[in-house]
T-cell receptor
Framework: DAGITQSPRHKVTETGTPVTLRCHQT?????MYWYRQDPGHGLRLIHY???????DKGEVSDGYSVSRSKTEDFLLTLESATSSQTSVYFC???????????FGPGTRLLVL | RKEVEQDPGPFNVPEGATVAFNCTYS??????FFWYRQDCRKEPKLLMS???SGNEDGRFTAQLNRASQYISLLIRDSKLSDSATYLC???????????FGAGTRLFVKA
């Protein structure tokens, strides 16, 4: 299995609070992604990174920001959490942009 | 119309059965195709890539039909352990253009 971890694995927070999720990889892959998964929807891309300090928006980026200061870490921040951001968040990595993506174990976030 | 569509199922089959899933995609410029498997409350994992010539991995066979814009997954001799959600994935050139289907749920029963 690809060396990819996410923290925390579970989080309960209140509306309006900031939340940061961390993705850490040991594969030295260039590309990193944040997705959310909700019932009835496929995985939807929030943001992605194609190198250190190089990031861009995905399909559902509103309300989220990211940072990548090191190859191995990709952070996802919810500036002011809302109930609509209750979801399962997956981080993924890939060596090349069109190649297979490998997923972390996910973070379950509940915003009350 | 969704960019990648799958029958959500669930498909309920007995052990030993053959089951097939189809997936359609809307963008004819799509370049690469995959099937992922996702167990309950787990992360998606690559099952197999799908090539134009079709490919097989043990009991699993994947086919691509570019003219009709669909891909398929055939599972022969189903096992209880095949119970999972199967995700159709289409890449249109670049990881940020990877689209995941919502998945097809499979239950294999003894």
């Amino acid at each position: 299995d690809a060396g990819i971890t996410q923290s925390p694995r579970h989080k309960v927070t209140e509306t309006g609070t900031p939340v940061t999720l961390r993705c850490h990889q040991t594969e030295n892959h260039r590309y990193m992604y944040w997705y959310r998964q909700d019932p009835g929807h496929g995985l939807r891309l929030i943001h992605y990174s194609y190198g250190v300090k190089d990031t861009d928006k995905g399909e559902v980026s509103d309300g989220y920001s990211v940072s990548r200061s090191k190859t191995e870490d990709f952070l996802l921040t919810l500036e002011s959490a809302t109930s609509s951001q209750t979801s399962v968040y997956f981080c993924a990595i890939s060596p090349f942009s069109s190649e297979t993506q490998y997923f972390g174990p996910g973070t379950r976030l509940l915003v009350l | 119309r969704k960019e990648v569509e799958q029958d959500p199922g669930p498909f309920n089959v007995p052990e030993g059965a053959t089951v097939a899933f189809n997936c359609t995609y809307s963008n004819s410029a799509s370049q690469s195709f995959f099937w992922y498997r996702q167990d309950c409350r787990k992360e998606p994992k690559l099952l197999m890539s799908v090539y134009s010539s079709g490919n097989e991995d043990g009991r699993f066979t994947a086919q691509l039909n570019r003219a009709s814009q669909y891909i398929s997954l055939l599972i022969r001799d189903s096992k209880l352990s095949d119970s999972a959600t199967y995700l159709c994935v289409v890449n249109m050139g670049g990881g940020f253009k990877t689209i995941f289907g919502a998945g097809t749920r499979l239950f294999v029963k003894a």
